[in-house]
């Protein structure tokens, strides 16, 4: 079974500070997501990669960045917080596309 | 946009009683996956289907492509199965591909 790990797990970030949420999965994997949920509601894709050193925008890309350095690494950056960007975040991996994905425990940000 | 509807919103079974969730797409989509979200807010798969049936245990999904929609069965409910259900269909041309999420079944199994 594919092994995703998120860090940090939970985050607290001031308004228009920087956060970066870290995502890194062992499996070989060549398709990594972000995606965000908040409470009550279904997953909702932010960004994905398909190859190191690229990434692809997803269905709610504003107000976030990705970076993929390594195939085993896949990063979300929020420049500039806010409090709308409060949610749970979770990663996920699939060996390539239109393949099974495999999620992360998550990690919670609470902006302030 | 493509969507995908999930029903009922939210479901109560008695230990040993079974139900079915059902997921309904807007448009055609290549496959389904199901998953039981946790207590702890993990994400746990149950299945992918790009076609047809599969079973594990008290569980049953079939997906059928060409009439959009998915299902998923639940048998003998246990106090485990407790949590929220989400059906997440596979959507995007060529070699992307991206979920997209229902709304989630909250499922509470009592003794």
């Known amino acids: 079974e594919a092994a995703v790990t998120q860090s940090p797990r939970s985050k607290v970030a001031v308004t228009g500070g920087k956060v970066t949420l870290s995502c890194h999965q062992t499996?070989?994997?060549?398709?990594m997501y972000w995606y965000r949920q908040d409470t009550g509601h279904g997953l909702r894709l932010i960004h994905y990669?398909?190859?190191?050193?690229?990434?692809e925008k997803g269905d709610i890309p504003d107000g976030y960045k990705a970076s993929r350095p390594s195939q085993e690494n896949f990063s979300l950056i929020l420049e500039l917080a806010s409090l709308s960007q409060t949610a749970v975040y979770f990663c996920?991996?699939?060996?390539?596309?239109?393949?099974?994905?495999?999620f992360g425990p998550g990690t919670r940000l609470t902006v302030l | 946009g493509d969507q995908v509807e999930q029903s009922p919103s939210a479901l109560s079974l008695h230990e040993g009683t079974g139900s079915a969730l059902r997921c309904n797409f807007t448009?055609?989509?290549?496959?389904v996956q199901w998953f039981q979200q946790n207590s702890r807010g993990s994400l746990i798969n149950l299945f992918y289907?790009?076609?047809g049936t599969k079973e594990n245990g008290r569980l049953k999904s079939t997906f059928n492509s060409k009439e959009s929609y998915s299902t998923l069965h639940i048998r003998d409910a246990q106090l485990e199965d407790s949590g929220t259900y989400f059906c997440?269909?596979?959507?995007?041309?060529?070699?992307?591909?991206?979920?997209?999420f229902g709304e989630g079944t909250k499922l509470t199994v009592s003794s």
């Open positions: 448009t055609t989509m290549r496959a």
């Open positions: 289907l790009a076609s």
């Open positions: 997440a269909a596979e959507a995007g041309q060529g070699g992307s591909a991206k979920l997209i």
């Open positions: 990669s398909y190859v190191a050193d690229s990434t």
């Open positions: 499996n070989n994997h060549d398709y």
């Open positions: 996920a991996s699939s060996v390539r596309g239109h393949y099974e994905q495999y």
